[in-house]
């Protein structure tokens, strides 16, 4: 990676890095170097965790408790850390082994979000808690906390269900249609279907549960579009 690369992803994250090579682990997968990421991102999973409780404590006033740790839960899953990680534009900077840079490693959202995470980490690291928090914040800054995101916060595969069986129909099926990516770090693609209506969607995810969840996000998003 050439000095531009960590030099303009600084001026992205607003974060001017003291000790740079915390930066350039931060952005190495294990399949690159023994020197790699997983540490940060460790680290990084919980400083994220705060940051977003602490923003969420300030912006959410009149949620309980409950209704905090759902909307918590939606903002740090992968989909939503994917997702941010493309718009840092974090695919180019990525240092991942032969293999799985042709597996197509750069663009899976599993190792993009685990990237932010150990950037989040290397922040926290290189200047403490406050700077890494402010980054949190920046990063979502753009994100709506309205009454819609609670809403959103619902269980897909739960929400799905309930949508059906309001309307006296079946059970959605769940079927893994295929995998991708090494043993170790597999991506599962399943369809989501709705026999009734004849319709089907798809969705992926880092285990079985995800893709689904990500499958009933999807059916369940289709279905309120259409007005069925």
């Known amino acids: 990676m050439q000095p531009a690369s960590l030099s303009t992803l600084q ?83 990525l240092r991942l082994g032969e293999g799985e840079a042709k597996s197509g490693g750069k663009l899976r959202p599993s190792i993009l979000a685990d990237a932010l995470e150990a950037i989040i980490g290397a922040v926290y690291l290189d200047a403490g808690y406050e700077c890494a928090e402010q980054l949190v914040h920046r990063l979502f800054e753009g994100v709506e906390l309205s009454p819609r995101l609670q809403e959103a916060a619902k269980d897909a595969k739960t929400a799905l269900q309930e949508w059906l069986q309001g309307r006296k129909m079946n059970l959605p099926q769940y079927r893994v249609v295929s995998t991708t990516g090494a043993a170790h770090n597999q991506v599962f693609h399943v369809e989501c279907e709705v026999v009734e209506l004849q319709r089907v969607e798809r969705g992926s995810g880092a285990s079985r549960r995800a893709a689904e969840q990500a499958a009933a996000s999807a059916m369940l998003a289709q279905l309120k579009a259409k007005n069925v």
């Open 11 to 93: 001026q992205r994250l607003q974060h001017q890095f003291s000790d740079a090579s915390l930066l350039q682990r931060a952005l190495t997968h294990r399949s690159f170097s023994a020197d790699h990421n997983e540490r940060l991102e460790f680290l990084g999973d919980s400083v994220l965790s705060l940051a977003v409780s602490s923003l969420l404590f300030r912006r959410m006033r009149d949620l309980p408790e409950g209704e905090l740790s759902r909307v918590r839960a939606l903002l740090v899953k992968q989909d939503s850390l994917h997702q941010i990680a493309v718009r840092l534009q974090l695919p180019p900077v």
